[in-house]
C-alpha cells in the first residue's frame, strides 16, 4: 500500500484470470491484493482431473493446479484476502471497495475476475455427483467419456453445441429438454439432428440423477412435464447445458454490461471505460470459458493495468 493508503492493484477473484493477473503484477513490483471470493481457485477447485492446460502432458487435478496458480502469485508478494467484495464505488480516484463485515479498500486499479457460474439444476445428487460423471463443460470434460453414452440436459445453443462436441467421443448423446421444441438458433437445430448419435427425449426433467452401487453417475431419474409419469434411463455421464451466470450483480449501473450481464470491454483490451477497471477471464467471455483462455485475458489486464499507472494513454495501449 501507498503511503497515501491506496493500493496499486486490486484483484477480485482467484481463478486462472485473477491469479495470472496476481502474478503479472506482483513480477510488475505493484504489490496486488487478491480478494478471493466465495470459491477460492474457481470453478477448478471442483474439477477432477484437467487434461487441456498447456504444460502438464499426464494432466492434474484441478485444485492442485490452483493451489500452484496461488503458491507462484505469493512467491512474487500477492497478498491474499478471503471474503468477497460486497460493494463498490468506481466514480472517482481512488476506487472504493467494501470487503464483508464493512472494511474498505481504496486502490488505484480494479481488475475484475470474478466469473461466470454454472448454472445447475439444485438436484442433491447433481452435487454429490459433480466431478464423478456430472459436467457443467463439454469441453473440459468430454474428454473422459470415450465410448460412453451421456446425456445433455438445456434446449438452448450451449447445449447443443456441447452435444454435438461430445459426439466426437461418446457413442451416443441424449438430449434432454423440458418442452417439444428447442430454444436453439435453427442452424444448431438442425446440426444436431442430422448427427446420427444424437437423440432427443422431449417434455422431460431430471429429478434425480444415479449412481447405483457405483458412486459415478449410472443413470438419470427422467420425469415427464405432461403425464408426471418417471422414468428410468441408464447413462454414464451428466452434462447441464442451461446457461451461465456472469458474477457481476454488484457492479450493476457502474459499468457497462450486455443483456446477459457479462462486463463489455473496450475494443480488443481489458479496459472498461472506467479509468482504471479493467476485466478478465469468464466475466467478459460467454464463448470460450477455458481456464487458458481466462489466464491469458488475465495477464493482458495485468498489462494494462501496469500501464495505466504509468500514465500510458489509452491510445497508444496495443490493441492484440
Not at 481463478?15 to 495470472?20: I, Y
Not at 468477497?84 to 474498505?104: D, F, I, M, N, Y
Request: charged share 25%; proline share 4%; hydrophobic share 40%.
Amino acid at each position: 500500500m501507498t503511503s497515501k493508503g491506496v493500493e496499486k492493484v486490486v484483484i477480485l477473484g482467484s481463478g486462472p484470470a485473477g491469479l495470472t493477473a496476481a502474478i503479472y503484477t506482483a513480477r510488475a513490483q505493484l504489490k496486488p491484493v487478491v480478494i478471493e471470493g466465495d470459491q477460492p481457485g474457481g470453478q477448478l477447485m471442483i474439477t477432477g482431473e484437467v487434461e487441456n492446460y498447456p504444460g502438464f502432458p499426464d494432466g492434474i487435478p484441478g485444485p492442485e493446479l490452483m493451489e500452484n496458480f496461488r503458491k507462484q502469485a505469493g512467491r512474487f508478494g500477492t497478498r491474499f484476502r478471503p471474503g468477497r467484495v460486497t460493494a463498490v464505488e468506481l466514480s472517482k480516484q481512488p476506487l472504493l471497495l467494501t470487503l464483508e463485515g464493512g472494511e474498505q479498500l481504496k486502490s488505484e486499479t480494479l481488475i475484475i475476475a470474478t466469473g461466470a457460474s454454472a448454472k445447475w439444476l439444485g438436484l442433491e445428487s447433481e452435487t454429490a455427483l459433480r466431478g464423478a460423471g456430472v459436467s457443467a463443460c463439454a469441453t473440459c470434460d468430454g474428454f473422459f467419456f470415450q465410448g460412453k453414452e451421456v446425456m445433455v440436459v438445456g434446449g438452448g445453443d450451449t447445449a447443443l453445441e456441447d452435444a454435438i462436441f461430445l459426439t466426437h467421443y461418446a457413442s451416443k448423446v441424449t438430449i434432454v429438454h423440458r418442452r417439444d421444441q428447442l430454444r436453439a438458433s435453427k442452424y444448431m437445430e438442425e446440426a444436431a439432428r442430422g448427427n446420427e448419435k444424437i437423440s432427443f427425449i422431449w417434455n422431460a426433467v431430471v429429478d434425480e440423477i444415479r449412481d447405483v452401487g457405483a458412486k459415478r453417475v449410472t443413470g438419470v431419474l427422467l420425469r415427464n412435464v405432461k403425464s408426471n409419469e418417471t422414468t428410468e434411463v441408464s447413462c454414464d455421464g451428466v452434462f447441464i447445458a442451461i446457461g451461465h451466470k456472469p458474477n457481476t450483480e454488484f457492479f450493476e449501473g457502474q459499468i457497462e454490461m450486455n443483456d446477459a450481464g457479462y462486463l463489455v470491454p473496450e475494443g480488443r483490451t481489458t479496459r472498461t471505460k472506467i479509468p482504471g477497471v479493467f476485466v478478465a477471464g469468464d466475466v467478459d467471455d460467454a464463448r470460450y470459458r477455458q481456464a487458458t483462455s481466462a489466464a491469458g485475458h488475465g495477464c493482458m489486464a495485468a498489462i494494462d493495468a501496469e500501464r495505466f499507472l504509468v500514465g500510458e494513454p489509452p491510445a497508444l495501449e496495443r490493441t492484440l
